[in-house]
């Protein structure tokens, strides 16, 4: 039985958190991630859940915990945002070499200095390198959807893999909106149940994690973790079709929205999108031929598919919430230039970095935006690379 | 002759090591300038350098220590510097050498 | 307690051919420790000496479960074992009686790993953590930590014309330990097999967190004979530079080893012995050796004067 919840993406979350019901959950409380953590305790202290929850003194010991509580062979997850994800840094990537599958909803919220606790994508975009899944959540169907279909993908026995599920810190996590639950049984039946490799508790067969290699082995082994991220996008799409026949709703690598026909497009990421979403309904029925593509997956990129679906386009902006200080522009403009760049065809393509620290982007900046491109188009001329939008001089 | 290493097809996933204690094929012997020699006669069984020996290196048999493993022994000399009975003594390890490079024990 | 001749006959549990030093005090405090314990264990280690030695891949010396995470989080990694085990215990997913076991070293422990571990301790798992001491960090190249003793030489507090060494007083991490009032807290040495294994064996009967400091010396970092490493960590005991006790609870506290008044070396004289300490016999350091000794005995008296105040059992 369908079940329909008004309700906060943090609650949406901790919904697919208690179906999914994993065995041990070590968290520590940061805003805007708080929510889902504190009603997943209530679970426990309501026996609504079996987790063992361990309230770890820190987001690295957080990670820690999950990364032993993983390899000793049981169903992980945690949760964080922000300066949080910044402090388990270093122990992110000893989760994706260790091969432990932790599974961690990440409320997107700007790093510090100076602090800040809104919306934008500089923390997971910090981490896009430490070699975990990373999933994108429009808004809180997506982010209910993505956290039961990560559980999946990162366990599968040819990716082995954290996974990280993104979705808007306050936009998405503080406001309510409309999903489905899947019903119980269905959930746990498709998330299924873990099955450990090499599990520490099995002390009959003694084995030995988290070795100290040196250069004689040490490359080997992370040729073998770029490999399993490069079967995730077909375990994804395998999984995506599983997820479809159990629930109705379809996802990809990403999402488009008029798209096929279009001459200028924007790529953005998470909630960002709907609002994009109005502006090409606006443009359309003013003749103009505007397109939006939304990925979904970010690691591994799927930068083939992307440069696809784009490659028919006269101009291209993206949007990046988070500016990775290079001077060439954030994230995934870089992703996604690197992305045409193959197709040979030159299509112009530039950035907006928008929405620092919880700057609300409007229609009206958006609709800027491919009033740019149309220019563009039409002059043949590209004004500016990297612009940033929203912010005063 | 040196075995041939894993290519990454070939390696457990995270670096797992699934063979415990295989680091008993690696010959530490190799290691020492001196080495301890076991002298039966004088030994009272106190087992005092079974639980010094860092190595795990002294051999017992049946509940006795009847001599050293050579193979992993790396010559610290605790156990000569505890034995009550200074059963064991600390000798030059190039006695015990030949001119030509021969394999440890 | 098992004999020295029951212990023989075990297999144990770290196995050789790790790529430890010649004499290094920290394996034998881990085979000291894994012959005291008469239950199938999870290890966890911090980075360090002991990881790094006994795990060089391919090879593992390990006989038992080990994990290696990282170095500040050795208690937290084993927190997240524990937790795993409880809840597939409680699942009905296992039934055997399994213990947990941490190592680090005084810079796993003192230093960068404290956090992990208060907070594992405040949090109540089920696990003994040992520390093995060796007073600086070794793996490193002999760089201070917390626990490096007041005068030592190290290569980041090193003496030269403005400096006598390490000047900070060395943080008392087992009486910190015991002020967080867990089950059980001790200080132990590997020349003292027998006191060290009792407490492994007591440990092992508690239930939640317990700690024990391991005195474990570094021929390379205290630039000593070879050979002398059990000899080092007695004469450190004597001299009540590292005195053997245990705390219950937080507040019933024991001394184990009371030197009589001819058995008690001045520390000078084990100083003497260990090269990281040459610079202080130099002339003009006769001060900081007698403060040295003047905290040593300071320290000591205020020991035996918790023991003194401590609950007697009924």
Redesign the interface.
Known sequence: MVKTLAQTGTSAMAAAMRQINPDVVAAYPITPQTAIVEEFSQMVADGAVKAELVQVESEHSAMSACIGASAAGSRVMTATSSAGLALMWEVLYVAAGCRTPVIMPMVNRALSAPINIHCDHSDSMGARDAGWIQIFSENAQEAYDNLLQAVRIGEHKDVRLPAMVMMDGFITSHAIERFDILDDGEAAKFVGDYEAINPLLDVDNPVTHGPFDLFDYYFEHKRGQAEAMNHVKDVALKVAQEYAAVSGRQYGLFKTYQLKDAEVAVVVLSSTAGTARTVVNKLRAAGVKAGLLVPRLFRPFPALEIAESLSHLKAIAVMDRSDSFSTLGGPLFIETSHALYDLGKNIPTVDYIFGLGGRDTGPDQIEEVYSDLQDIVNTGKVKELVNYIGVRE | MAERKKGWKELEAGGVIKEAGNSKSYKTGDWRVQRPIFDAEKCSQCMLCVIYCPDASIDVKDGEVVGIDYEHCKGCGICANECPRLALEMKNEAEFRTKKKEKVG | MAS??D???QK?R????????????A??AV??VL?AINY???V?SATGCL??S?????????????????F??A??????????????K??GK?S?D?KFLAFGGDGGTYDIGF??L???V??GHDFLYICYDNGAYMNTGIQRSGATPVGAATTTAPPGKESYGKVQRRKDITQIMAAHQIPYTAQAS?SY?KDLMRKVEKAMEIEGPKFINVLSPC?RGWRSI??????LAKEAVLSCFWPLYEVEDGNKWKVNVKPREEQKTPVAEWFKKQGRFKHLFKPGNEQVLENIQAEIDDQWQRLLAKEAASPKEQ
Not at chain 3, 54 to 70: C, D, K, L, N
């Open positions: 020295l001749k212990i023989a006959r144990p770290l196995a050789s051919g790790h790529r430890l030093c010649p004499g290094c005090g394996s034998i085979n000291q012959h199938p264990v999870v966890t990881e790094v006994t795990t060089p891949f391919p090879y593992t010396s390990w006989e038992v479960p080990f994990i290696h995470s990282a500040e989080n208690a937290a990694t084993i927190s997240g074992v524990e937790a795993a085990y409880n809840s597939l409680r699942q296992i055997k399994i956090q992990a208060s907070g594992a405040e949090r590997v097999w021929p070879d050979g002398q490493s059990i000899s």
